[in-house]
């Protein structure tokens, strides 16, 4: 389909390990978006892409958590040394243009630290 | 400080009945504020958007209003079905030069029995 593609859609990993999410964003979509939502919470920003770069990363919660873009399009958050606290599940949004315009959300990746 | 706040946290309706949910924002300064709806396992989808100059804009049973002197946006739902449950968030659009930021509510969550 032409949406926002995150994969894989559960995660279920062991404390202490790594883990990698994948975005696909829409075709075209400048700025890419990383949201973490943990279970009855709202929507807590992660970090911002213009094309490849983040101009915005000031919601990465500690220095386990880092994202790259390439080629103005996958993006992949990764997060080291897993704790328990991670388990959530991580949203991608892309749009056009700059912030404010519309963003189109994936439907996320469930993760569970054991 | 910008933020966001959504009433009720949670709502429980008969199917067929109207309902209203607030947003209220202390965002300076204002650009727009957005309306989502999120079902459950699934990512946010954007419903309407308002700028400062609207202060009513419907998108079928969704009516959005805007009122820039309080601060205040609702969100009503006409004629509500089983399938309007789910949560429905809304953020604001602050842009103070090259600080462009999205402030996000924590969403309210409705829930339309038969």
């Known amino acids: 389909g032409a949406g926002v593609s995150q994969s894989p859609s559960n995660k279920v990993t062991e404390k202490g390990k790594d883990v990698e999410l994948r975005c696909d964003p829409i075709?075209?979509?400048?700025?890419l978006y990383w949201y973490r939502q943990s279970l009855g919470q709202g929507l807590e920003f992660l970090i911002y892409?213009?094309?490849?770069?983040?101009?915005?990363k000031s919601g990465l919660p500690s220095d386990r958590f880092s994202a790259e873009r390439t080629g103005g399009s996958v993006s992949t958050l990764t997060i080291q040394r897993t704790q328990q606290e991670d388990s959530a599940v991580y949203l991608c949004?892309?749009?056009?243009?700059?912030?404010?315009?519309?963003?189109?959300f994936g439907d996320g990746t469930r993760l569970s630290i054991l | 400080k910008n933020q966001v706040e959504q009433s009720p946290q949670s709502l429980i309706i008969l199917e067929g009945k109207n309902c209203t949910l607030q947003?209220?924002?202390?965002?300076?300064?204002?650009?727009?504020l957005r309306w989502y709806k999120q079902d459950t396992g699934r990512g946010p989808v954007s419903l309407t958007i308002m700028t400062f100059s609207e202060n009513t804009k419907s998108n079928g049973r969704y009516t959005a209003t805007l009122d820039a002197d309080t601060k205040q946006s609702s969100l009503h739902i006409t004629a509500s079905q089983l399938s309007d449950s789910a949560s429905y968030i809304c953020d604001s659009r602050t842009n103070a030069g090259n600080n462009r930021k999205l402030i996000w509510g924590l969403g309210t969550s409705l829930a339309v029995n038969p």
């Open positions: 949004a892309s749009s056009v243009g700059q912030v404010g315009r519309p963003q189109h």
């Open positions: 892409f213009q094309g490849n770069s983040a101009p915005d």
């Open positions: 947003c209220n924002y202390t965002v300076s300064p204002f650009s727009n």
């Open positions: 075709s075209g979509h400048t700025a």
